[in-house]
Nanobody
Framework: QVQLVESGGGLVQPGGSLRLSCAAS????????MDWYRQAPGKQREWVAG???????TYADSVKGRFTISRDNAKNTVYLQMNSLKPEDTAVYYC????????????WGQGTQVTVSS
């Protein structure tokens, strides 16, 4: 059974930092591309950052220079280090695992809440 479990969310003041984790099980983690998405209240889910199986990273313009995505294949975990947080970063953050091996294998976590407020 495939599971993606996010953790590390919480309440933080503007300018603060959080590190999110997404632990995967039931998949060969190293071959999957991993992404972080977020969804704010009343808004559509949006892509935040991605990391390929080879370690290449990309970011949405809104988080570039503030967020860093990384992965530890030995721990089957992807991380999102979030610095200089702003109130507009408030959202539920989700991780996603995708790979095409014959067919698309596509899995989502359940999400973790991040609230940036003073």
């Amino acid at each position: 059974q495939v599971q993606l479990v996010e953790s590390g969310g919480g309440l933080v003041q503007p300018g603060g930092s959080l590190r999110l984790s997404c632990a995967a099980s039931g998949i060969v983690f190293s071959v999957f591309g991993m992404d972080w998405y977020r969804q704010a209240p009343g808004k559509q889910r949006e892509w935040v950052a991605g990391i390929t199986s080879g370690g290449s990273t990309t970011y949405a313009d809104s988080v570039k220079g503030r967020f860093t995505i990384s992965r530890d294949n030995a721990k089957n975990t992807v991380y999102l280090q979030m610095n200089s947080l702003k109130p507009e970063d408030t959202a539920v953050y989700y991780c996603r695992a995708r790979v095409v091996i014959g067919i698309m294998h596509d899995y989502w976590g359940q999400g973790t809440q991040v609230t940036v407020s003073s």
